[in-house]
Every structure is written in C-alpha cells, then in structure tokens.
T-cell receptor
Framework: SQTIHQWPATLVQPVGSPLSLECTVE??????LYWYRQAAGRGLQLLFY??????ISSEVPQNLSASRPQDRQFILSSKKLLLSDSGFYLC???????????????FGPGTRLLVL | GQNIDQPTEMTATEGAIVQINCTYQ??????LFWYQQHAGEAPTFLSY????GLEEKGRFSSFLSRSKGYSYLLLKELQMKDSASYLC?????????FGTGTRLKVLA
C-alpha cells in the first residue's frame, strides 16, 4: 500500500530564516506530487506540482521554491521566510502517467509552520 | 477564470440529513472530488464524480450536473464525528482546483 510522509510536523521559525520541508511517498512509482498551503480557516492554495524528477511547475510566484531530486521525494524551500508564510503545508500525491487530473489525491499529515 | 463556490458554514442536528452544495466555473473539467478535513488534519478522499448523476457510498452520496456546473454532497444519519470541513475540488490538467470548504457543525 502507498504511504506519504511529511516532516517536520510542527515548525516555529523567525522571519528571515530559511525553510526546508520534506515529503516522501512509498509504494508507488512516478507519482504526481503537489505542495499546498492552507491558511487558518481557509481553502487549499496550490503552490507547486511536479510530474517527474526535476520537473516543477510553480503556481504562485513568491519566496518559495520546490525541488524533486528523486522520484518519490518533494522538497519545499525558502531562503528567507516572511510572516505571511505561516500556515499548514500539505504535500499530496496522485497516480502519475496521466496528463489530466482525474486521479484521487492523497495527502500527507502536513506541517504546521509558524513564522514569528 | 477558475472559480469554485461553497457555503462557508452549515449546522445540522445529529441523525439528520445535510446537503452541501458546490458550484464551479473552470476552464477544464476532469471530474469533481469531495474531501473531508477534520480540524488540524489533512484532507481525506470521500468521492469522485465524472459523469452526471448520483454516486452512493454508505451514508455519503455525491451528485454531479456538468451542464449546470453543480455538485452536492449528501450526508445521511449525521453523527458527531461528521463535524469537519468538506472541500469540493475540480480536476483540471495535472492540477486540482479547490473550493474554500464548508465547515459543518453537527449538534447533539
């Protein structure tokens, strides 16, 4: 069966500090991978998605970046955090190989980030 | 443009039936998903509709009308544990567009 891991679960960081969040998927190959952010009481904002190693599409131009160094590893980074970066960060995967988003997405447990 | 609308909040009584509506206007459509999200947790998949009509899964049913850009999630025999946010999402090309979610409170 497939599982998705995210870490850390919780993070408190000062403004201007760097960030690295990691997501790994087990039990599947060539998944489509996604990073979302959810502000308190709000919906999911798509940040990045990837359909393969080294292939990253950005949805929101800001101080965040993403990388996919391995097939089942997805990393979200920032060089300098802003207060507005606080939120609940969710990684998700769906079955790859299809151009259209018709597969169910499965979400990781999330990382709660507080920037002070 | 891309737009998905859901009511912000709904309240219902334990044992009752509640219908959560979702309307969408998107440039592409490859199916409509419903997810449940308990406070502080990740969303979990509930249902998927790609053809018009009703899909039933136990106490949960989901309906789709593509010509009207409309879907609803029907929850029967409400239980306290159904208190959560319900997210409507449309599948596009590679990516999914989410509504802001409907927060459902189930009262005893």
């Amino acid at each position: 069966s497939q599982t998705i891991h995210q870490w850390p679960a919780t993070l408190v960081q000062p403004v201007g500090s760097p960030l690295s969040l990691e997501c790994t998927v087990e039990g599947t190959s060539n998944p489509n991978l996604y990073w979302y952010r959810q502000a308190a009481g709000r919906g999911l904002q798509l940040l990045f998605y990837s359909v393969g190693i080294g292939q990253i599409s950005s949805e929101v131009p800001q101080n965040l970046s993403a990388s996919r160094p391995q097939d089942r590893q997805f990393i979200l980074s920032s060089k300098k955090l802003l207060l507005s970066d606080s939120g609940f960060y969710l990684c998700a995967w769906s079955r790859g190989g299809a151009r259209i988003a018709k597969e169910t997405q499965y979400f990781g447990p999330g990382t709660r980030l507080l920037v002070l | 443009g891309q737009n998905i609308d859901q009511p912000t909040e709904m309240t219902a009584t334990e044992g009752a039936i509640v219908q959560i509506n979702c309307t969408y206007q998107t440039s592409g459509f490859n199916g409509l998903f419903w997810y449940q999200q308990h406070a502080g947790e990740a969303p979990t998949f509930l249902s998927y509709n790609v053809l018009d009509g009703l899909e039933e899964k136990g106490r949960f049913s989901s309906f789709l009308s593509r010509s009207k850009g409309y879907s609803y999630l029907l929850l029967k025999e409400l239980q306290m544990k159904d208190s959560a946010s319900y997210l409507c999402a449309v599948g596009g090309t590679y990516k999914y567009i989410f509504g802001t979610g409907t927060r459902l409170k189930v009262l005893a």
